[in-house]
Structures are given as structure tokens and as C-alpha cells.
Nanobody, 120 residues
Framework: QVRLMESGGGLVQPGESLRLACVAS????????MGWYRQTQGKERELVAR???????NYAESVKGRFTVSRDSARNALDLHMENLESEDTAVYYC??????????????WGQGTQVTVSS
């Protein structure tokens, strides 16, 4: 069993920064992909940023130059560093991971979500 624990959400003003952290724990042999998605009411969940085991990272166009991810393999963590936040970044942010375990193979997991609100 795998658990994704998110932290770091909150209320900030436009132009400010925020860091989200996601830590994976449980039955883990290797992590193939970790990423952050976000969702606002009435809209589909969208990719924000993603890291793959091959070392590549991908970002949504709307966050390029403002958001970066950093991977901490010792913690099985993926942090999302968000700068120059805009009101359009307001959403529930979800951590995602594709994790390999001996008996289950590669499986997708989601965190519970953490609210980020950007408002003056």
C-alpha cells in the first residue's frame, strides 16, 4: 500500500511564493513518475508539472518560468516551488505518482489534495 502525503497549501497574495511538498511512503520499489496536478470547480484536472525517472520534467505552459519541481529521492518526495502566483493559480493541487512494487507492478496513486488560494 502506498500513501501520498501533501503539505504546504494555503492563502497567499498575488506575486507571492508558495512551496508544496509531496512525500510517498509504503510499498515502494521504485517511483517511475511523480507530478502535480490541479483542479478548479467545474473543470478537469490538469497537469501542472511532472518528473520522470528518466530525469525529464514537464510543465504546463501557464506555469513555465514561475513553477519548478525538485525531486528528493531520499525522501521519496517531489516539491513544487511556485513563484509569482496569480489568481488563476487558485485550485486544489493533487500529488500523483506511478510507483512500482513487486506484487502489484506499476500503479497510479493520488494524494488527497491541498488547497492553494491566491487572492488580495
Amino acid at each position: 500500500q502506498v500513501r501520498l502525503m501533501e503539505s504546504g497549501g494555503g492563502l497567499v497574495q498575488p506575486g507571492e511564493s508558495l512551496r508544496l511538498a509531496c512525500v510517498a511512503s509504503g510499498d515502494i520499489v521504485s517511483i517511475n513518475i511523480m507530478g502535480w496536478y490541479r483542479q478548479t470547480q467545474g473543470k478537469e484536472r490538469e497537469l501542472v508539472a511532472r518528473w520522470t525517472k528518466s530525469g525529464t520534467t514537464n510543465y504546463a505552459e501557464s506555469v513555465k518560468g514561475r513553477f519548478t519541481v525538485s525531486r528528493d529521492s531520499a525522501r521519496n518526495a517531489l516539491d513544487l516551488h511556485m513563484e509569482n502566483l496569480e489568481s488563476e493559480d487558485t485550485a486544489v493541487y493533487y500529488c500523483y505518482a506511478n510507483i512500482y512494487w513487486w506484487s502489484t507492478g506499476s500503479t497510479d496513486y493520488w494524494g488527497q489534495g491541498t488547497q492553494v488560494t491566491v487572492s488580495s
